[in-house]
């Protein structure tokens, strides 16, 4: 059985910083390609960024480009990501998802319960 | 402002069939394959359609998808009180370099 399961969210003010984790069982995780995604309260799904299975293709959302970096270590299967200057407009539920494979454009399949992330002073 | 455009809300009674629509572009859309996913309020997204028209194992048949060159659609046949949910369509865009959600559908049964 696939499981995502995050962990590290909290309360912090603007400007911030804070780091996300995902521990991934059930798979073979470095086979799988894997996601940021979030939600603010009331609002609907918003892709952060995505990470291929070796690492070697990263992509960010043009809104945390520089504030936000995905990582992982497939060696302990876990997924982390690192936000620096946290804004308000950062808060949300942060999902760990799994893409479907380790090519992007296919989508994404399973997802974490989230790790809620509050920006304010 | 979503890039892929659905509905905000969509409604029928039990044993009806509604249909949600996802417009996009020749980016994402027309150059990738679309996914659908069904969130209960207060619960993670599930996968309901993968490429297109393909339901993951365990998803009634009475739900199903198709493209159309720049446009998606998702049918749910037969409207069940437990389908009462927000449904988000979702592409790859290849000019953003990243993945797209649609804005999301809230379905009732009446």
């Known amino acids: 059985e696939v499981q995502l399961v995050e962990s590290g969210g909290g309360l912090v003010k603007p400007g911030g910083s804070l780091r996300l984790s995902c521990v991934a069982s059930?798979?073979?995780?470095?086979?799988?390609?894997m996601n940021w995604v979030r939600q603010a309260p009331g609002k609907g799904l918003e892709w952060v960024a995505s990470?291929?299975?070796?690492?070697?293709?990263?992509y960010h959302r043009d809104s945390v480009r520089g504030r936000f970096t995905i990582s992982r270590d497939n060696a302990k299967n876990s997924l982390s990501l690192q936000m620096n200057n946290l804004r308000a407009e950062d808060t949300a539920l942060y999902f760990c998802?799994?893409?479907?494979?380790?090519?992007?454009?296919?989508?994404?399949?399973?997802w974490g319960q989230g790790s809620l992330v509050t920006v304010s002073s | 402002q979503s890039v892929l455009t659905q509905p905000p809300s969509a409604s029928g009674t039990p044993g009806q069939r509604v249909t949600i629509s996802c417009s996009g572009s020749?980016?994402?859309?027309?150059?990738?394959?679309v996914n659908w996913y069904q969130q209960v309020p207060g619960t993670a997204p599930k996968l309901l359609i993968y490429?297109?028209?393909q339901r993951p194992s365990g998803v009634p048949d009475r739900f199903s998808g198709s493209r159309s060159d720049t446009s998606a659609s998702l049918a749910i046949s037969g409207l069940q009180s437990e389908d009462e949910a927000d449904y988000y369509c979702?592409?790859?865009?290849?000019?953003?370099?990243?993945?797209?959600f649609g804005g999301g559908t809230k379905v009732t049964v009446l």
């Open positions: 998802v799994r893409t479907i494979g380790d090519f992007e454009r296919l989508g994404v399949d399973y």
């Open positions: 059930g798979f073979t995780f470095s086979s799988h390609g």
């Open positions: 990470i291929s299975g070796n690492s070697n293709y990263i």
């Open positions: 020749s980016s994402n859309i027309g150059s990738n394959t």
């Open positions: 490429s297109n028209d």
């Open positions: 979702a592409a790859w865009d290849d000019s953003l370099y990243g993945r797209l």
